[in-house]
């Protein structure tokens, strides 16, 4: 199962991780996949939850109430116990006042808001935009690195679950590093390299070093 952890979605959707610590407490949005046992626990939320996730983050941009949203989740899994993720599975209108669901009677609809300015929710175009978001943020790719006048492939990937950066060298094998940031990773992977040549007795410590980097 894909899985999604607090640290990713704040870098990546800006939801605060803090925010999404209270959504589980108070019962908004609990993670599907491994949820909090304790402190420094970490969270882990599925695909699902975390269009769920956009999706409260959506309405409270509209100006929502946790306390609606809240009311609105207990109506939905009340009457539609079938649904697994609710926000994720449905769409919404609002006017900034109240949660109204799409039904297939559009002039049931049209009664409901007359007079009234809304917005739309499109869960399917939102789907789709997540998981367009998640592939370009997390879709490894390769650079070269130049070190000691040596040019090493590296392979760098974000981690979905933690948000951190690995990057691993093909040339070498067992050598890389991973950080929080992918600016930190690249150099965090030269002194690697740099270190395993050293060890490997293909450079001294204090030999020359020629260094560039440079997308492949």
């Known amino acids: 199962m894909e899985s999604y952890g607090s640290r990713f979605i704040e870098r990546v959707f800006g939801v605060p991780t803090a925010t999404l610590h209270y959504w589980d407490k108070t019962g908004i949005i609990k993670p599907a996949v491994r949820p909090a046992a304790g402190r420094g626990s970490r969270r882990l939320y599925s695909f699902r939850d975390l269009v769920q996730i956009l999706v409260v983050s959506r309405l409270r ?7 609606r949203i809240r009311r609105c989740l ?15 599975q449905l769409s919404f209108v609002s006017d900034g006042e ?44 390769k650079e070269t690195m130049r070190i000691a006048g040596q040019a ?28 929080s940031t992918r600016e930190e990773l690249r150099e965090m ?21 020629e260094e560039n980097t440079a997308a492949a």
Request: negative net charge.
């Open 98 to 141: 109240t949660i109204l669901k799409l039904t297939d009677d559009p002039e049931t609809l049209l009664d409901m808001l007359r007079e009234q300015f809304v917005w739309s929710l499109p869960i399917a175009a939102l789907v789709k935009s997540v998981r367009a978001t998640i592939k370009s943020e997390t879709q490894e790719h």
């Open 61 to 67: 941009d509209m100006g929502l109430s946790l306390q």
């Open 74 to 88: 207990q109506y939905l899994r009340k009457n539609f116990p079938e649904l697994e993720a609710p926000l994720a």
């Open 152 to 179: 090493f492939t590296v392979t760098i990937e974000q981690d979905s679950e933690d948000g951190w950066w690995v990057g691993l060298v093909e040339e070498l094998p067992g050598c890389g590093s991973q950080s």
């Open 189 to 209: 992977v030269a002194d690697a390299i740099r270190d395993y040549l050293i060890i490997r007795g293909d450079i001294s410590e204090d030999g020359e070093e």
